[in-house]
C-alpha cells in the first residue's frame, strides 16, 4: 500500500530543533546526522541556486495559479526532491491561522511537521525506481477520488517517474489530465528524455539547474562556520569542484573533510592538504606543471613529474579530468580573456593560467583535448590506470612535435 511513513525515532528532536530555529545535531537515538539532511532547506527561501523556480512558485501561490501538476528535472543533488517537500508543505500549512496555500510554510503547525517527518497520511512519497508497475499505479489512482484526510490538499510525489513502465504511464494519463481539485501532482527525475511526452504535456516543468561554483562557496563556507570548522579558501574550493553543481555531493564531501580534520587550538581546522588527500587530487599547480612541460614537448620533465605525483598517491584518472579541465580553460581564455577572473581560479592559478594562455594557440588546444578526451576511456579500462595515463602523457608528448591541424 502507498502510504506516509511512520513517525520515526529522530522526530522528536527534529520538532524540538524546529521550534528553536536550528537544525538537530543528532537524532532521538544518539545517532550522527550528515550535513545534507541537518541543513535540508525547509523553505523556499533556504533553496540555493534556484531563484527562477522560486520566483514562478511564490508568484503563483500568491496568485492563486497553481498548478495541478509539477514535474521538477536536473542532475542529482540540485533539490528536486527538497522543492517538492517544501511545495507540499507550502499548500497544506495551516500555521498563523491561514486558510490557503502560502509560499512561506511556517514549519510548526502539524502539518508542516508531520510533511517533514514523512509521516502525513495525505502526503504520498512514491519511489517509481522499486513501484514501477501499473498496479501500484492502478492503487494510487484508487485513493485520487477521496479526498484528504485532514490536509488541504492531497499531494503525491513521485521520485525517478522515469522509471515507471509504459503501461503505468498509460494509466496514469486520464487521471494525471483531470484530476479532483484537491489532488496535486510533483514528480521529480534526473532522466526528462525517459518521460513519455504525453506526460510532459500535463505538467508544468522546471528545469533545475546545477548550482553555480560561488553560491556552493558561499553555502559551504557558512555551514563550517555553524559546524565549528574552520575552512581554507582552497580546500571549499576543491570541494566545489569536486560536487560539480550538486550540493548533496559537495555536502558529502565537506562532512567528510570536516570528520577527517584535525583539531588546531581547539578548533576543526580543514586544509587544502587534507582535502586533496581525502579526494586523491593532485595540487592543481603541479597539474599545470605537467601540462605545461608535456605541450612543449620535454619529456624527462614531464614523466618525472607525473612519477612524482602518482607516487605522492593522486588518482591517475583525476589527473587526466584535470588536465581536460586546463586544456577547456586555456582555450577559453584565449578567446574570452575576461573568463579568467571567474571565481573558480585562485590567483595563483589565474597568474599561471593567463601566461600559459599566451604561449599557447587553438589549434594545439584542440589537439590536446582531443589526445586527452580518447585517452579519458583508455584510463578508466586499463588493468593499471597508472601505466595508461603514462601512454597517454607520452602520446600528448609526441604530438607537440608534429604541425597543427
Same mark, same amino acid.
Given at each position: 500500500?502507498?502510504?506516509?511513513?511512520?513517525?520515526?525515532?529522530?522526530?522528536?528532536?527534529?520538532?524540538?530543533?524546529? %521550534?528553536?530555529?536550528? +537544525?538537530?545535531?543528532?537524532?532521538?537515538?544518539?545517532?550522527?546526522?550528515?550535513?545534507?539532511?541537518?541543513? *535540508?532547506?525547509?523553505?523556499?527561501?533556504?533553496?540555493? @541556486?534556484?531563484?527562477?523556480?522560486?520566483?514562478? !512558485?511564490?508568484?503563483?501561490?500568491?496568485?492563486?495559479?497553481?498548478?495541478?501538476?509539477?514535474?521538477?528535472?536536473?542532475?542529482?543533488?540540485?533539490?528536486?526532491?527538497?522543492?517538492? *517537500? #517544501?511545495?507540499?508543505? %507550502?499548500?497544506?500549512?495551516?500555521?498563523?491561522?491561514?486558510?490557503?496555500?502560502? +509560499?512561506?510554510?511556517?514549519?510548526?503547525?502539524?502539518?508542516?511537521?508531520?510533511?517533514?517527518?514523512?509521516?502525513?497520511?495525505?502526503?504520498?512519497?512514491?519511489?517509481?525506481?522499486?513501484?514501477?508497475?501499473?498496479?501500484?499505479?492502478?492503487?494510487?489512482?484508487?485513493?485520487?477520488?477521496?479526498?484528504?484526510?485532514?490536509? *488541504?490538499?492531497?499531494?503525491? #510525489?513521485?521520485?525517478?517517474?522515469?522509471? !515507471?513502465?509504459?503501461?503505468?504511464?498509460?494509466?496514469?494519463?486520464?487521471?494525471?489530465?483531470?484530476?479532483?481539485?484537491?489532488?496535486?501532482?510533483?514528480?521529480?527525475?534526473?532522466?526528462?528524455?525517459?518521460?513519455?511526452?504525453?506526460?510532459?504535456?500535463?505538467?508544468?516543468?522546471?528545469?533545475?539547474?546545477?548550482?553555480?561554483?560561488?553560491?556552493?562557496?558561499?553555502?559551504?563556507?557558512?555551514?563550517?562556520?555553524?559546524?565549528?570548522?574552520?575552512?581554507?579558501?582552497?580546500?571549499?574550493?576543491?570541494?566545489?569542484?569536486?560536487?560539480? @553543481?550538486?550540493?548533496?555531493?559537495?555536502?558529502?564531501?565537506?562532512?567528510?573533510?570536516?570528520?577527517?580534520?584535525?583539531?588546531?587550538?581547539?578548533?576543526?581546522?580543514?586544509?587544502?592538504?587534507?582535502?586533496?588527500?581525502?579526494?586523491?587530487?593532485?595540487?592543481?599547480?603541479?597539474?599545470?606543471?605537467?601540462?605545461?612541460?608535456?605541450?612543449?614537448?620535454?619529456?624527462?620533465?614531464?614523466?618525472?613529474?607525473?612519477?612524482?605525483?602518482?607516487?605522492?598517491?593522486?588518482?591517475?584518472?583525476?589527473?587526466?579530468?584535470?588536465?581536460?579541465?586546463?586544456?577547456?580553460?586555456?582555450? *577559453?581564455?584565449? !578567446?574570452?580573456?575576461?573568463?579568467?577572473?571567474?571565481?573558480?581560479?585562485?590567483?595563483?592559478?589565474?597568474?599561471?593560467?593567463?601566461?600559459?594562455?599566451?604561449?599557447?594557440?587553438?589549434?594545439?588546444?584542440?589537439?590536446?583535448?582531443?589526445?586527452?578526451?580518447?585517452?579519458?576511456?583508455?584510463?578508466?579500462? +586499463?588493468?593499471?590506470?597508472?601505466?595508461?595515463?603514462?601512454?597517454?602523457?607520452?602520446?600528448?608528448?609526441?604530438?607537440?612535435?608534429?604541425?597543427?591541424?
Amino acid at each position: 500500500m502507498i502510504g506516509a511513513a511512520m513517525l520515526d525515532t529522530d522526530t522528536q528532536t527534529e520538532q524540538a530543533a524546529d %521550534a528553536a530555529g536550528r +537544525a538537530p545535531d543528532k537524532s532521538a537515538d544518539g545517532h550522527y546526522r550528515v550535513l545534507a539532511r541537518k541543513y *535540508r532547506p525547509g523553505t523556499f527561501a533556504e533553496l540555493i @541556486g534556484q531563484d527562477t523556480l522560486v520566483r514562478t !512558485l511564490t508568484n503563483a501561490i500568491g496568485s492563486g495559479r497553481l498548478a495541478h501538476a509539477f514535474i521538477l528535472t536536473g542532475v542529482r543533488g540540485v533539490g528536486k526532491t527538497t522543492t517538492a *517537500r #517544501i511545495l507540499a508543505r %507550502a499548500l497544506n500549512c495551516v500555521g498563523e491561522g491561514r486558510t490557503g496555500p502560502t +509560499a512561506d510554510p511556517c514549519g510548526v503547525c502539524e502539518p508542516c511537521r508531520a510533511i517533514a517527518a514523512d509521516r502525513h497520511v495525505d502526503v504520498l512519497e512514491m519511489d517509481a525506481a522499486s513501484r514501477t508497475g501499473v498496479d501500484d499505479i492502478r492503487e494510487l489512482i484508487d485513493g485520487v477520488r477521496y479526498a484528504p484526510v485532514s490536509a *488541504r490538499y492531497k499531494v503525491y #510525489i513521485i521520485d525517478e517517474v522515469h522509471m !515507471l513502465s509504459k503501461n503505468a504511464f498509460n494509466a496514469l494519463l486520464k487521471t494525471l489530465e483531470e484530476p479532483p481539485p484537491h489532488t496535486k501532482f510533483i514528480f521529480a527525475t534526473t532522466e526528462i528524455r525517459k518521460v513519455p511526452v504525453t506526460v510532459l504535456s500535463r505538467c508544468q516543468r522546471f528545469d533545475l539547474p546545477r548550482v553555480s561554483h560561488a553560491e556552493l562557496v558561499r553555502h559551504f563556507s557558512g555551514i563550517c562556520e555553524k559546524e565549528g570548522a574552520v575552512a581554507e579558501p582552497d580546500a571549499i574550493t576543491m570541494i566545489t569542484r569536486a560536487a560539480d @553543481g550538486s550540493v548533496r555531493d559537495g555536502l558529502s564531501l565537506l562532512d567528510q573533510a570536516i570528520a577527517l580534520a584535525g583539531l588546531t587550538e581547539g578548533r576543526l581546522e580543514v586544509t587544502a592538504e587534507s582535502v586533496r588527500g581525502m579526494l586523491g587530487l593532485a595540487d592543481r599547480a603541479l597539474v599545470m606543471d605537467l601540462f605545461d612541460a608535456a605541450v612543449t614537448g620535454n619529456a624527462p620533465a614531464t614523466l618525472d613529474r607525473l612519477e612524482a605525483m602518482i607516487r605522492a598517491g593522486a588518482d591517475p584518472l583525476v589527473i587526466l579530468q584535470d588536465m581536460l579541465d586546463i586544456t577547456h580553460g586555456l582555450t *577559453r581564455l584565449i !578567446l574570452v580573456p575576461a573568463a579568467a577572473e571567474g571565481p573558480e581560479l585562485s590567483e595563483v592559478e589565474r597568474a599561471r593560467a593567463t601566461a600559459l594562455a599566451g604561449q599557447l594557440s587553438v589549434p594545439l588546444l584542440t589537439r590536446t583535448w582531443q589526445v586527452l578526451l580518447k585517452g579519458l576511456g583508455e584510463v578508466q579500462a +586499463a588493468p593499471r590506470p597508472e601505466a595508461a595515463l603514462e601512454m597517454v602523457i607520452i602520446r600528448l608528448i609526441h604530438s607537440a612535435g608534429l604541425p597543427t591541424p
